[in-house]
C-alpha cells in the first residue's frame, strides 16, 4: 500500500492562500483543536466565526445546555430497511433544517461502518451489512444533509465495527477486503456526495503492512482518502481518539476534537519550530478549515465581519405536522413483513372488534439505541393510543407480559424526601476536606447526573429518605467512580477507584455496576458520596444511579394475564424486542436471544390466540424460535417518535410495510458467519474477507430465518424481464427489470440485482448485490426498474498493481426479491476491451 507523504503544496496558490498568510503560526495552530467540546476556535480577525458540531445519527441533539427537543429518526438499520434512496434523501434534509433550527454547523453522522456481526453494539447506528446499500443509502442522506447548508461527518474511518476494546484494538484486513468491503462505501460517499468531513476512528488499523491508530494511518488518511479520492474536507478525530502529536499531524488528521486540551497546541507548535512537522502541513489542515467554514457559511473572510449561523429555536418545528408525517412514513415504509400466514395483515378496520396489545415493549416501545445517538424527541406517538385511534370501533387492552430488562426503573419521584422533609434530593458538592461549596435539590432521581459542579468540588452528596409502601421493595444504587453509599446508616457499597474519560468512551457512565438491597420497612434513608469524574474535555461531572423495584407479580405470572387478554381478544399483538440494556454504543451483545422471557410469552400468546401478529421491535437482529409457527411477523426496528402511529398504518393497510431486511436474520446462533468481533490478543482479524453478511451465508451453504433483502410487503410480484443495456461511457452496465403486481392492492417492490462471476480464476464472492430499485405499481400494472449496475461491481482490487481491474469472463446478472429468491437471469460477457454481449439463460 502506497504511503504518500501528507500535502505540502504551496498554501499561497489555493483560493484561501491570502487568509492562510495573514494569521500567526500561534493563530494557525489554535484552529486545528476544539475551543469546547462541541465548537471550533473563531478567528474575527479573518471573519471566521465558531463552527459548532453535535451528535447526530436519528436526530440533530445540539451542544450541551441546548434544552430543545429534536426531531427523531428511526434507527439507521430501520432507514436501511426502506432501500428507498428518495427517503433517505427526505431524511437528510430534514437533519439539515434540524441542524439549522439548533445553530450547529455539522452533524456527526452517518455511521458507514458495515454490520460485519450481529452482535456488535451500534449495529443499530449502522445501514447495512451490505457496502453497497450502505454506500448508496449513505450517499444519499449526505447529498440532501450537505444541500442544506450543513456539513456531514461520516464515520468512522475505519475498521470500528465492534464496541469491546473499541479504543484499543487493531481491526487487522487484507487488502483486498479493506477496498472492495470496508473503504467501499466511504468511497462512494467522498466521491458521489463529497463529505465535507470523515471522521478517524478510536480504533488502530492494520493492513498488513503498517499498524497504526486511525488518526494517524498515512496511507489511510493521506494516501487514499485525500490523495486517491480527492477528499477536499476535514479529517475530524473521534473524541479523545488521538493519542499523539507529530505522527497524527503527518499522519493526516486535520482536527483534534474535543477540546479546549489535546495532543496539539503547544506540542504541535514546538514540533512545526523544531522541524519535525513541516508548516506546509499545518496550512494544509488550516485550508480544509477554511473550506469547510466557507461551506457551512461560517466565514466572510472581511475583519470584524463574522457571519451568524441562523438559529429558530421553535421548539414545535420538531414536531410540525410535515416532520411528523415524514418521520411516520418512514417508519412504516422500512417496517418489514417477515410472516403473514393467510393473509391476516392487513387488518379489515371494520371488522376488527377486539385487540389485545401485549408485552413490555407495547408498554414502553424501544424507539433509539444508547449512546451518542440518543436525542429527547418532542413526543413519542405510543402504539395503544396510536391503534386505538387506528380501530375506533374496537376494544384495544394493554398487558405486559413481563419485564424484559435487568436493572430496575428510575425511583418515582414522589417517593423521595430530603432530610427536613421536602420533596426531592439534597446535592451537596464538597471540597476535598468536606466543605460544601454549594447545596441545592433535585426534583427527580433522572436529575442524578450533575454537570459542570463548581471549582474545586471533588464530591457528590446525594441524601434521600425514600418513602415506601412497607412491602417488599428493592433498591438499587449504582455510581459512577468512586464512592460510599449507605442504606439506614450502612455502608451498602464502597469503593476507592478514580475514573475519568475512560467511563464516557466505554459508556460505563450511563450503566455502572449497580449494588442492591431488599428493603422490609417504610422507608429508606439513602446517603451517597460520589466522586466527581475529571473526564478531561468531555468535562466534569457527577452521576448516580437510584433505581427502585416494587413488589410486583412474577414473570410467568404476568404471562398468565397475558394469555388470558389474547385468549379473550379477536386478535393479538405482541410486541417483544430489545431495550436500553440490550443494544448501546459502549458493549457488544453477550448473545442475539431476546431478553426476559419473550419467548414464552409468544408460544403462550399464540397457542390462545391462532390470530396472533408479533411485532419485533429491536434494530439488529435477535432469534425468532416461533417465527414460523405465528399468524404474522412485522418487524418494526427502532421506530423513532412516530413509533405507534406509523405501527398503527402498517396494521390498519393505511401504508404498506414495503421494507426489505438490510442485513440477513439467523435462525440459530451457531450458523453466524462472524458470531462476534471479540478483539484476540488485542487484534480483530477480519478472517472471513471478502464474504461479509450474506456473502458469508452463501460461501458456507447455510440457510437463515430470512436471506438479506427479504420482505413480504402486502401484495405479490411476477417477475418478467431482465434486459441489460450497452455499457455507457463509464463502463456501467443499465438493466431494466420488468415486473407486474400480481396482488389486489397497490404495492411497493424492491427489484434487486445480484452478480456472479462464472469460471473466473480470481476468488469472488459467490454473488454480491449490484444495485436495486423501489418501484411502485397499482393491481395488474406492468412496471420498468431501471438499475444502473457501476462498473466497479465488475471489477476487482489487484494488489500487485495497486489498482483496479476488470477480469474477462462470464458473469451473471440475477433480480429477484432477496438474495436467496433470484427469479430471472441474464449473462454478460466482458473481455479485457470492456466489450460485452449479453444473452438469456
Same mark, same amino acid.
Not at 175 to 182: A, D, K
Given at each position: 500500500?502506497?504511503?504518500?507523504?501528507?500535502?505540502?503544496?504551496?498554501?499561497?496558490?489555493?483560493?484561501?492562500?491570502?487568509?492562510?498568510?495573514?494569521?500567526?503560526?500561534?493563530?494557525?495552530?489554535?484552529?486545528?483543536?476544539?475551543?469546547?467540546?462541541?465548537?471550533?476556535?473563531?478567528?474575527?480577525?479573518?471573519?471566521?466565526?465558531?463552527? *459548532?458540531?453535535?451528535?447526530?445519527?436519528?436526530?440533530?441533539?445540539?451542544?450541551?445546555?441546548?434544552?430543545?427537543?429534536?426531531?427523531?429518526?428511526?434507527?439507521?438499520?430501520?432507514?436501511?430497511?426502506?432501500?428507498?434512496?428518495?427517503?433517505?434523501?427526505?431524511?437528510?434534509?430534514?437533519?439539515?433544517? @434540524?441542524?439549522?433550527?439548533?445553530g450547529?454547523?455539522?452533524?456527526?453522522a452517518?455511521?458507514?461502518?458495515?454490520?460485519?456481526?450481529?452482535?456488535?453494539?451500534?449495529?443499530?447506528?449502522?445501514?447495512?451489512?451490505?457496502?453497497?446499500?450502505?454506500?448508496?443509502?449513505?450517499?444519499?442522506?449526505?447529498?440532501?444533509?450537505?444541500?442544506?447548508?450543513?456539513?456531514?461527518?461520516?464515520k468512522?474511518?475505519?475498521?470500528?465495527?465492534?464496541?469491546?476494546?473499541?479504543?484499543?484494538?487493531?481491526?487487522?484486513?487484507?487488502?483486498?477486503?479493506?477496498?472492495?468491503?470496508?473503504?467501499?462505501?466511504?468511497?462512494?460517499?467522498?466521491?458521489?456526495?463529497?463529505?465535507?468531513?470523515?471522521?478517524?476512528?478510536?480504533?488502530?488499523?492494520?493492513?498488513?503492512?503498517?499498524?497504526?491508530?486511525?488518526?494517524?494511518?498515512?496511507?489511510?488518511?493521506?494516501?487514499?482518502?485525500?490523495?486517491?479520492?480527492?477528499?477536499?474536507?476535514?479529517?475530524?478525530?473521534?473524541?479523545l481518539?488521538?493519542?499523539?502529536?507529530?505522527?497524527?499531524?503527518?499522519?493526516?488528521?486535520? /482536527?483534534?476534537?474535543?477540546?479546549?486540551?489535546? /495532543?496539539?497546541?503547544?506540542?504541535?507548535?514546538?514540533?512545526?519550530?523544531?522541524?519535525?512537522?513541516?508548516?506546509?502541513?499545518?496550512? !494544509?489542515?488550516?485550508?480544509?478549515?477554511?473550506?469547510?467554514?466557507?461551506?457551512?457559511?461560517?466565514?466572510?473572510?472581511?475583519?470584524?465581519?463574522?457571519?451568524?449561523?441562523?438559529?429558530?429555536?421553535?421548539?414545535?418545528?420538531?414536531?410540525?405536522?410535515?416532520?411528523?408525517?415524514?418521520l411516520?412514513?418512514?417508519?412504516?415504509?422500512?417496517?418489514?413483513?417477515?410472516?403473514?400466514?393467510?393473509?391476516?395483515?392487513?387488518?379489515?378496520?371494520?371488522?376488527?372488534?377486539s385487540?389485545?396489545?401485549?408485552?413490555?415493549?407495547?408498554?414502553?416501545?424501544?424507539?433509539?439505541?444508547?449512546?451518542?445517538?440518543h436525542? !429527547?424527541?418532542?413526543?413519542?406517538?405510543?402504539?395503544?393510543?396510536?391503534?386505538?385511534?387506528?380501530?375506533?370501533?374496537?376494544?384495544?387492552?394493554?398487558?405486559?407480559?413481563?419485564?424484559?430488562?435487568?436493572?430496575?426503573?428510575?425511583?418515582?419521584?414522589?417517593?423521595?424526601?430530603?432530610?427536613?422533609?421536602?420533596?426531592? #434530593?439534597?446535592?451537596?458538592?464538597?471540597?476535598?476536606?468536606?466543605?460544601?461549596?454549594?447545596?441545592?435539590?433535585?426534583?427527580?432521581?433522572? @436529575?442524578l447526573?450533575?454537570?459542570?459542579?463548581?471549582?474545586?468540588?471533588?464530591?457528590?452528596?446525594?441524601?434521600?429518605?425514600?418513602?415506601?409502601?412497607?412491602?417488599?421493595?428493592?433498591?438499587?444504587?449504582?455510581?459512577?467512580?468512586?464512592?460510599?453509599?449507605?442504606?439506614?446508616?450502612?455502608?451498602?457499597? +464502597?469503593?476507592?477507584?478514580?475514573?475519568?474519560?475512560?467511563?464516557?468512551?466505554?459508556?460505563?457512565?450511563?450503566?455502572?455496576?449497580?449494588?442492591?438491597?431488599?428493603?422490609?420497612?417504610?422507608?429508606?434513608? #439513602?446517603?451517597?458520596?460520589?466522586?466527581?469524574?475529571d473526564?478531561?474535555?468531555?468535562?466534569?461531572?457527577?452521576?448516580?444511579?437510584?433505581?427502585?423495584?416494587?413488589?410486583?407479580?412474577?414473570?410467568?405470572?404476568?404471562?398468565?394475564?397475558?394469555?388470558?387478554?389474547?385468549?379473550?381478544?379477536?386478535?393479538?399483538?405482541?410486541?417483544?424486542?430489545?431495550?436500553? +440494556?440490550? @443494544?448501546?454504543?459502549?458493549?457488544?451483545?453477550?448473545?442475539?436471544?431476546?431478553?426476559?422471557?419473550?419467548?414464552?410469552?409468544?408460544?403462550?400468546?399464540?397457542?390462545a390466540?391462532?390470530?396472533?401478529?408479533?411485532?419485533?421491535?429491536a434494530?439488529?437482529?435477535?432469534?425468532?424460535?416461533?417465527?414460523?409457527?405465528?399468524?404474522?411477523?412485522?418487524?418494526?426496528?427502532?421506530?423513532?417518535?412516530?413509533?405507534?402511529?406509523?405501527?398503527?398504518?402498517?396494521?390498519?393497510?393505511?401504508?404498506?410495510?414495503?421494507?426489505?431486511?438490510?442485513? *440477513?436474520?439467523?435462525?440459530?446462533e @451457531?450458523?453466524?458467519?462472524?458470531?462476534?468481533?471479540?478483539?484476540?490478543?488485542?487484534?480483530?482479524e477480519?478472517?472471513?474477507?471478502?464474504?461479509?453478511?450474506?456473502?458469508?451465508?452463501?460461501?458456507?451453504?447455510?440457510?437463515?430465518?430470512?436471506?438479506?433483502?427479504?420482505?413480504l410487503?402486502y401484495?405479490?410480484?411476477?417477475?418478467?424481464?431482465?434486459?441489460?443495456?450497452?455499457?455507457?461511457?463509464?463502463?456501467?452496465?443499465?438493466?431494466?427489470?420488468?415486473?407486474?403486481?400480481?396482488?389486489?392492492?397497490?404495492?411497493?417492490?424492491?427489484?434487486?440485482?445480484?452478480?456472479?462471476?462464472?469460471?473466473?480464476?480470481?476468488?469472488?464472492?459467490?454473488?454480491?448485490?449490484?444495485?436495486?430499485?423501489?418501484?411502485?405499481?397499482?393491481?395488474?400494472?406492468?412496471?420498468?426498474?431501471?438499475?444502473?449496475?457501476a462498473?466497479?461491481?465488475?471489477?476487482?482490487?489487484?494488489?500487485?498493481?495497486?489498482?483496479?481491474?476488470?477480469?474477462?469472463?462470464?458473469?451473471?446478472?440475477?433480480?429477484?426479491?432477496?438474495?436467496?429468491?433470484?427469479?430471472? !437471469?441474464?449473462?454478460?460477457?466482458?473481455?479485457?476491451?470492456?466489450?460485452?454481449?449479453a444473452?438469456?439463460?
Amino acid at each position: 500500500m502506497s504511503t504518500l507523504a501528507p500535502a505540502r503544496h504551496d498554501h499561497r496558490d489555493s483560493e484561501f492562500g491570502p487568509l492562510i498568510a495573514v494569521l500567526s503560526l500561534e493563530e494557525r495552530i489554535a484552529l486545528l483543536t476544539g475551543a469546547t467540546t462541541w465548537t471550533l476556535t473563531e478567528l474575527p480577525s479573518i471573519g471566521l466565526r465558531t463552527i *459548532t458540531m453535535s451528535d447526530g445519527p436519528i436526530g440533530v441533539r445540539g451542544i450541551d445546555g441546548d434544552t430543545t427537543t429534536s426531531a427523531q429518526l428511526p434507527s439507521p438499520s430501520g432507514m436501511a430497511a426502506t432501500w428507498d434512496i428518495r427517503i433517505l434523501d427526505e431524511l437528510g434534509a430534514l437533519m439539515a433544517r @434540524e441542524a439549522e433550527r439548533k445553530g450547529v454547523d455539522v452533524v456527526l453522522a452517518p455511521v458507514v461502518n458495515l454490520q460485519r456481526t450481529p452482535v456488535g453494539g451500534r449495529h443499530f447506528e449502522c445501514f447495512s451489512e451490505d457496502p453497497l446499500l450502505t454506500g448508496r443509502l449513505a450517499g444519499a442522506f449526505v447529498a440532501a444533509l450537505q444541500r442544506g447548508g450543513v456539513g456531514a461527518s461520516v464515520k468512522h474511518f475505519i475498521g470500528n465495527e465492534s464496541e469491546t476494546d473499541r479504543t484499543t484494538y487493531i481491526a487487522a484486513m487484507d487488502e483486498r477486503t479493506l477496498r472492495e468491503v470496508y473503504l467501499a462505501p466511504f468511497e462512494h460517499v467522498v466521491r458521489t456526495a463529497g463529505a465535507w468531513t470523515v471522521m478517524a476512528a478510536y480504533n488502530a488499523f492494520s493492513d498488513g503492512e503498517l499498524a497504526a491508530p486511525s488518526t494517524e494511518h498515512g496511507p489511510l488518511l493521506n494516501s487514499i482518502l485525500k490523495h486517491e479520492w480527492g477528499f477536499d474536507g476535514v479529517v475530524v478525530s473521534d473524541w479523545l481518539a488521538n493519542k499523539t502529536t507529530i505522527e497524527s499531524a503527518l499522519g493526516g488528521l486535520d /482536527l483534534e476534537m474535543p477540546g479546549p486540551t489535546g /495532543l496539539w497546541g503547544a506540542a504541535l507548535l514546538e514540533a512545526v519550530r523544531g522541524g519535525s512537522v513541516p508548516e506546509a502541513v499545518v496550512n !494544509d489542515k488550516v485550508e480544509r478549515l477554511l473550506r469547510l467554514a466557507e461551506r457551512v457559511g461560517a466565514l466572510s473572510g472581511l475583519p470584524g465581519t463574522v457571519h451568524a449561523r441562523a438559529v429558530h429555536s421553535s421548539p414545535q418545528q420538531a414536531d410540525a405536522a410535515d416532520v411528523r408525517n415524514l418521520l411516520q412514513r418512514a417508519a412504516a415504509r422500512g417496517t418489514v413483513v417477515l410472516r403473514n400466514d393467510g393473509g391476516i395483515l392487513p387488518l379489515v378496520r371494520e371488522t376488527v372488534s377486539s385487540i389485545a396489545l401485549i408485552g413490555a415493549n407495547a408498554v414502553h416501545p424501544f424507539v433509539q439505541g444508547g449512546g451518542s445517538a440518543h436525542v !429527547d424527541p418532542p413526543h413519542l406517538s405510543a402504539p395503544l393510543a396510536a391503534i386505538r385511534a387506528a380501530f375506533p370501533d374496537a376494544e384495544v387492552s394493554l398487558t405486559r407480559g413481563g419485564v424484559t430488562e435487568t436493572n430496575a426503573a428510575p425511583i418515582e419521584d414522589a417517593l423521595l424526601r430530603t432530610p427536613n422533609g421536602d420533596s426531592g #434530593i439534597l446535592l451537596q458538592l464538597l471540597d476535598d476536606v468536606g466543605g460544601v461549596l454549594e447545596a441545592r435539590v433535585l426534583a427527580s432521581a433522572r @436529575e442524578l447526573w450533575v454537570r459542570d459542579p463548581p471549582e474545586g468540588a471533588t464530591t457528590a452528596r446525594f441524601v434521600t429518605l425514600v418513602e415506601l409502601g412497607g412491602g417488599s421493595d428493592e433498591i438499587e444504587l449504582a455510581p459512577v467512580g468512586a464512592h460510599v453509599v449507605r442504606v439506614n446508616g450502612k455502608t451498602l457499597s +464502597e469503593s476507592d477507584r478514580i475514573v475519568g474519560a475512560e467511563v464516557v468512551l466505554d459508556s460505563s457512565y450511563s450503566n455502572p455496576t449497580a449494588s442492591s438491597i431488599v428493603v422490609e420497612g417504610a422507608s429508606a434513608l #439513602i446517603e451517597a458520596d460520589v466522586q466527581v469524574v475529571d473526564a478531561a474535555a468531555f468535562g466534569r461531572f457527577a452521576r448516580f444511579h437510584l433505581r427502585h423495584r416494587p413488589p410486583r407479580l412474577s414473570n410467568a405470572e404476568e404471562i398468565e394475564l397475558a394469555v388470558a387478554a389474547a385468549a379473550d381478544a379477536e386478535t393479538a399483538v405482541v410486541i417483544v424486542g430489545t431495550n436500553p +440494556e440490550t @443494544e448501546s454504543e459502549g458493549w457488544d451483545r453477550a448473545n442475539l436471544s431476546l431478553p426476559g422471557d419473550q419467548d414464552e410469552l409468544v408460544r403462550r400468546v399464540a397457542a390462545a390466540n391462532p390470530r396472533t401478529i408479533v411485532v419485533v421491535n429491536a434494530g439488529a437482529p435477535v432469534l425468532l424460535p416461533w417465527l414460523d409457527d405465528v399468524a404474522a411477523v412485522l418487524w418494526w426496528w427502532l421506530p423513532g417518535q412516530e413509533a405507534g402511529a406509523a405501527l398503527a398504518d402498517v396494521l390498519a393497510g393505511e401504508i404498506e410495510p414495503s421494507g426489505r431486511l438490510p442485513w *440477513t436474520l439467523p435462525a440459530r446462533e @451457531e450458523d453466524v458467519p462472524v458470531p462476534n468481533g471479540l478483539p484476540a490478543a488485542g487484534v480483530v482479524e477480519y478472517a472471513e474477507g471478502l464474504d461479509v453478511g450474506h456473502r458469508g451465508w452463501d460461501r458456507l451453504g447455510r440457510n437463515p430465518a430470512r436471506p438479506f433483502g427479504y420482505g413480504l410487503g402486502y401484495t405479490t410480484w411476477n417477475y418478467l424481464s431482465i434486459v441489460p443495456s450497452e455499457r455507457n461511457q463509464d463502463g456501467d452496465v443499465v438493466v431494466e427489470v420488468d415486473v407486474t403486481n400480481t396482488g389486489s392492492r397497490a404495492g411497493r417492490e424492491v427489484v434487486q440485482v445480484y452478480l456472479s462471476s462464472d469460471g473466473s480464476d480470481v476468488v469472488r464472492p459467490i454473488r454480491w448485490l449490484a444495485g436495486f430499485a423501489v418501484v411502485d405499481a397499482r393491481p395488474g400494472e406492468t412496471v420498468t426498474a431501471t438499475i444502473t449496475v457501476a462498473r466497479r461491481a465488475f471489477e476487482v482490487w489487484d494488489t500487485s498493481a495497486s489498482g483496479w481491474t476488470l477480469p474477462s469472463g462470464q458473469y451473471t446478472l440475477s433480480a429477484g426479491r432477496s438474495s436467496r429468491d433470484l427469479l430471472i !437471469d441474464v449473462a454478460v460477457g466482458i473481455d479485457s476491451q470492456v466489450d460485452y454481449e449479453a444473452s438469456r439463460l
